[in-house]
T-cell receptor
Framework: QQPVQSPQAVILREGEDAVINCSSS?????VHWYRQKHGEAPVFLMILLKGGEQKGHEKISASFNEKKQQSSLYLTASQLSYSGTYFC???????????????FGKGTKLSVKP | EPEVTQTPSHQVTQMGQEVILRCVPI?????FYWYRQILGQKVEFLVSFYNNEISEKSEIFDDQFSVERPDGSNFTLKIRSTKLEDSAMYFCASMRGKVWNSPLHFGNGTRLTVT
């Protein structure tokens, strides 16, 4: 049930772009994205619903391909503050409805260097 | 901005002892969760709680674990007889509405160390 995230780690220079992928073997109701800085709690970035959509949050945006059961997080013109571990959380469709909780992937560690 | 608060921030206990981790979710939130994170690893779902009962639980959440909402504000996780492998950061989280339209708000966590 756990979604698979790729890559496991990314190192960027300031200003570079990155894409983080999240895929599930199960049909999804929604996908959440969170960022966790070292020693802190995960912080919400955005939710994407089934039906396929794209959302933006500053220079961070995401897409959700319902048919492929995949979501991608796009970070453009990265800043030092983007460093952290990014987790996708998936809400699985269960008996036609939502399972009612989020299952997180293993995370993608993003390091932005000056 | 309202926050989820957790106490204590760090708990050290001996194997076999009982521990209670405490959380105060955001006041108008309806759904409550416990997750744990072993150092540097993924955030693992333990249990969800709604309308004063468990709505979902994972395989990790065995008979050694229990949750309670003893009053209108606190939400607790009890581990009856701790094992070394229970050492982890435990996050309480709350959500105002359904998963598909509500962010999950995490507390700062309780680091549990079992010796």
């Amino acid at each position: 049930q756990q979604p698979v995230q790729s890559p496991q780690a990314v190192i960027l220079r300031e200003g570079e772009d990155a894409v983080i992928n999240c895929s599930s073997s199960k049909a999804l109701y929604s996908v959440h994205w969170y960022r966790q800085k070292h020693g802190e709690a995960p912080v919400f970035l955005m939710i994407l619903l089934k039906g396929g959509e794209q959302k933006g949050h500053e220079k961070i945006s995401a897409s959700f391909n319902e048919k492929k059961q995949q979501s991608s997080l796009y970070l453009t013109a990265s800043q030092l503050s983007y460093s952290g571990t990014y987790f996708c959380g998936t809400e699985i469709i269960n008996y036609g409805g939502s399972q009612g909780n989020l299952i997180f992937g293993k995370g993608t560690k993003l390091s932005v260097k000056p | 901005e309202p926050e989820v608060t957790q106490t204590p921030s760090h708990q050290v206990t001996q194997m076999g002892q009982e521990v209670i981790l405490r959380c105060v979710p955001i006041s108008n939130h309806l759904y409550f969760y416990w997750y744990r994170q072993i150092l540097g690893q993924k955030v693992e779902f333990l249990v969800s709680f709604y309308n004063n009962e468990i709505s979902e639980k994972s395989e990790i959440f065995d008979d050694q674990f229990s949750v309670e909402r003893p009053d209108g504000s606190n939400f607790t996780l009890k581990i009856r007889s701790t094992k070394l492998e229970d050492s982890a950061m435990y996050f309480c989280a709350s959500m105002r509405g359904k998963v598909w339209n509500s962010p999950l708000h995490f507390g700062n966590g309780t680091r549990l160390t079992v010796t």
